[in-house]
């Protein structure tokens, strides 16, 4: 077997001395945080003028993985077969939490005792955490998984960032992420000038550091640059599972709460509570979509007293329940069932952009 370094490198034994990186596609991956991955890999060589990177492609189906865009990926490896490889990266989308497949995640953890590396993109690192080999491991994933996953295993080391390098697990938030982090993974093996070389290749000009963050901020989401507004929307995001009344969101916003209300109506269209409430309740919606948690813990999770006060806000809200929001529709015969969006209408990815635009007035409390 091959040895393996501080990183997670292993020597390699065999006559080649190419990287072998192996991406275990989960059926409905997003093809975006794919290729940002795949691509500088074809790319380094190409530039390289040899093949410094062999890339293989594994399927828990068995032949084919399907994207959420209906793109097909041929494998060429087999799950609980092949393991010679230095870096296996799962790359999933649509509902990773809902993955249940025990020969891929007995797969995972003999790779990582084989002393592979390993790595998750987008929704992969949910994979890893399912299959138990993310324990004392610094990780991030996509920003809409993070909540799911953090309510199922509260004792992960989750962070809000790009990337996340740590010893023999490396993982990326998906999108545009994975180039980022292929550049400190071709920066490790080839130097930072052959780096820079695929960057550029790629028009990929600024860099990104591992923890840089994963979401535009809160003037560019909002399109409001009001200190007071932007300061209560902070606090409002911090404070999801007790939320504060709004003379203390007042307080923190260096305003009055009859001040802050009217700024709040000037510049979103709502009334501080009202917004405050909608956010909480597209936290829950992102559980809903994300996890199998109970509608009871859902609600704490949320900041609402019972599952019965949930209910009435999230009906009132979005004009359905909880529950029948939850529930999948049957796709038309032959069709493959989409992952969805929080609207719950089909959507390629969770990578694509969630939608920004102020939401519909929602009671106050």
Same mark, same amino acid.
């Given at each position: 077997? @091959?040895?393996?370094?501080?990183?997670?490198?292993?020597?390699?034994?065999?006559?080649?001395?190419?990287?072998?990186?192996?991406?275990?596609?989960?059926?409905?991956?997003?093809?975006?945080?794919?290729?940002?991955?795949?691509?500088?890999?074809?790319?380094?060589?190409?530039?390289?003028?040899?093949?410094?990177?062999?890339?293989?492609?594994?399927?828990?189906?068995?032949?084919?993985?399907?994207?959420?865009? $209906?793109?097909?990926?041929?494998?060429?490896?087999?799950?609980?077969?092949?393991?010679?490889?230095?870096?296996?990266?799962?790359?999933?989308?649509?509902?990773?939490?809902?993955?249940?497949? !025990?020969?891929?995640?007995?797969?995972?953890?003999?790779?990582?005792?084989?002393?592979?590396?390993?790595?998750?993109?987008?929704?992969?690192?949910?994979?890893?955490?399912?299959?138990?080999?993310?324990?004392?491991?610094?990780?991030?994933?996509?920003?809409?998984?993070?909540?799911?996953?953090?309510?199922?295993?509260?004792?992960?080391?989750?962070?809000?960032?790009?990337?996340?390098?740590?010893?023999?697990?490396?993982?990326?938030? $998906?999108?545009?992420?994975?180039?980022?982090?292929?550049?400190?993974?071709?920066?490790?093996?080839?130097?930072?000038?052959?780096?820079?070389?695929?960057? @550029?290749?790629?028009?990929?000009?600024?860099?990104?550091?591992?923890? $840089?963050?994963?979401?535009?901020?809160?003037?560019?989401?909002? $399109?409001?640059?009001?200190?007071?507004?932007?300061?209560?929307?902070?606090?409002?995001?911090?404070?999801?599972?007790?939320?504060?009344?709004?003379?203390?969101?007042?307080?923190?916003?260096?305003?009055?709460?009859?001040?802050?209300?009217?700024?709040?109506?000037?510049?979103?269209?709502?009334?501080?509570?009202?917004?405050?409430?909608?956010?909480?309740?597209?936290?829950?919606?992102?559980?809903?979509?994300?996890?199998?948690?109970?509608?009871?813990?859902?609600?704490?999770?949320?900041?609402?007293?019972?599952?019965?006060?949930?209910?009435?806000?999230?009906?009132?809200?979005?004009?359905?329940?909880?529950?029948?929001?939850?529930?999948?529709?049957?796709?038309? !015969?032959?069709?493959?069932?989409?992952?969805?969006?929080?609207?719950?209408?089909?959507?390629?990815?969770?990578?694509?952009?969630?939608? @920004?635009?102020?939401?519909?007035?929602?009671?106050?409390?």
């Amino acid at each position: 077997m @091959d040895s393996a370094d501080g990183k997670g490198n292993r020597e390699p034994d065999r006559e080649s001395d190419a990287y072998r990186i192996c991406f275990l596609l989960i059926d409905g991956f997003a093809l975006m945080s794919y290729a940002a991955a795949v691509e500088p890999l074809r790319a380094a060589n190409l530039l390289a003028g040899r093949r410094v990177y062999e890339i293989s492609h594994a399927a828990p189906a068995g032949a084919f993985a399907t994207s959420s865009s $209906g793109a097909r990926i041929e494998a060429d490896a087999e799950i609980g077969v092949d393991f010679d490889f230095d870096l296996v990266l799962v790359v999933a989308g649509g509902d990773p939490v809902s993955f249940e497949d !025990e020969h891929s995640f007995s797969w995972l953890r003999s790779l990582g005792r084989h002393g592979v590396r390993l790595g998750g993109v987008s929704g992969g690192p949910v994979i890893l955490a399912l299959a138990g080999v993310m324990a004392g491991r610094r990780m991030t994933v996509h920003w809409e998984h993070a909540g799911a996953l953090a309510e199922i295993y509260p004792e992960l080391l989750i962070e809000r960032t790009l990337y996340v390098v740590d010893r023999d697990r490396i993982t990326s938030a $998906g999108g545009t992420a994975p180039l980022d982090l292929m550049y400190a993974l071709l920066a490790e093996r080839q130097g930072p000038d052959f780096a820079r070389a695929i960057s @550029d290749w790629f028009m990929h000009t600024e860099v990104r550091p591992s923890g $840089g963050p994963q979401r535009s901020g809160l003037v560019e989401r909002h $399109g409001t640059t009001e200190a007071a507004v932007i300061q209560a929307i902070e606090a409002m995001e911090n404070h999801v599972a007790d939320p504060l009344r709004l003379a203390q969101l007042a307080t923190l916003a260096g305003t009055s709460p009859r001040q802050l209300n009217r700024l709040f109506r000037e510049r979103l269209g709502r009334s501080t509570m009202a917004f405050y409430r909608r956010l909480r309740l597209d936290v829950a919606r992102n559980f809903l979509q994300q996890s199998t948690l109970p509608l009871t813990d859902i609600a704490l999770a949320t900041g609402f007293a019972n599952s019965a006060h949930f209910s009435s806000a999230f009906r009132t809200e979005f004009g359905t329940s909880p529950s029948a929001f939850r529930k999948p529709k049957k796709p038309e !015969e032959g069709e493959p069932t989409p992952p969805r969006t929080a609207s719950g209408t089909a959507a390629p990815s969770p990578d694509a952009p969630s939608s @920004d635009s102020p939401p519909a007035p929602a009671r106050e409390p």
